[in-house]
T-cell receptor
Framework: AQSVTQLDSQVPVFEEAPVELRCNYSSSVSVYLFWYVQYPNQGLQLLLKYLSGSTLVKGINGFEAEFNKSQTSFHLRKPSVHISDTAEYFCAILTGGGNKLTFGTGTQLKVEL | GAVVSQHPSRVICKSGTSVKIECRSLDFQATTMFWYRQFPKQSLMLMATSNEGSKATYEQGVEKDKFLINHASLTLSTLTVTSAHPEDSSFYIC?????????????FGPGTRLTVL
């Protein structure tokens, strides 16, 4: 069975500072990895995904993530955050051949002035 | 990009009543849709997979008689919470794969906030 771990439930950061949201996964088969963002009372929006190829993936809103197979990680980064980035961020995994996303518990990013 | 809508966005009902939530794919067809529920400050939990023209597949622990799913067309899936109780209060989100037969990208609806009094 696969699982996703987001160790940080909350990450406070000042505006224009860099941020990294951590995600580790566990799976015995090949995986697809995703990061989604959820604004209050809204559904999820895809930030970026890793399916294959280059391990550094660039997404929307200036976010990027790096797939590290040896460390089974897919951390999300942004070099300079904005107030509008305040939201809940979910890491998710899809195992090869499967059709069900498994989500981490989410990380609340709070950007402060 | 692909758009998924949900209706209603928010509903308040009395305990014991039934509530229907609609999920529509607006500009693409979806033979499969997924229903999730999300409790406050928690992650999304997959409830069931809705299949057009056939029975839904429910995750372990989800009562199929309580959460009725109907996928009557290629653009519409409905979730009916029957005899709702306060513990059913939650945020319900649906999603659909963007490409037929592909599940690597799912498009999520905006969610429905259900409050059972």
């Amino acid at each position: 069975a696969q699982s996703v771990t987001q160790l940080d439930s909350q990450v406070p950061v000042f505006e224009e500072a860099p941020v990294e949201l951590r995600c580790n996964y566990s799976s015995s088969v090949s995986v697809y990895l995703f990061w989604y963002v959820q604004y209050p009372n809204q559904g999820l929006q895809l930030l970026l995904k890793y399916l294959s190829g280059s391990t550094l993936v660039k997404g929307i809103n200036g976010f990027e993530a790096e797939f590290n197979k040896s460390q089974t990680s897919f951390h999300l980064r942004k070099p300079s955050v904005h107030i509008s980035d305040t939201a809940e961020y979910f890491c998710a995994i899809l195992t090869g051949g499967g059709n069900k996303l498994t989500f981490g518990t989410g990380t609340q990013l709070k950007v402060e002035l | 990009g692909a758009v998924v809508s949900q209706h209603p966005s928010r509903v308040i009902c009395k305990s014991g009543t039934s509530v229907k939530i609609e999920c529509r794919s607006l500009d693409f067809q979806a033979t499969t849709m997924f229903w999730y529920r999300q409790f406050p400050k928690q992650s999304l939990m997959l409830m069931a997979t809705s299949n057009e023209g056939s029975k839904a597949t429910y995750e372990q622990g989800v009562e199929k008689d309580k959460f009725l799913i109907n996928h009557a067309s290629l653009t519409l899936s409905t979730l009916t919470v029957t005899s709702a109780h306060p513990e059913d209060s939650s945020f319900y989100i649906c999603s659909a794969p963007g490409l037929a037969g592909s599940t690597d990208t799912q498009y999520f609806g905006p969610g429905t906030r259900l409050t059972v009094l």
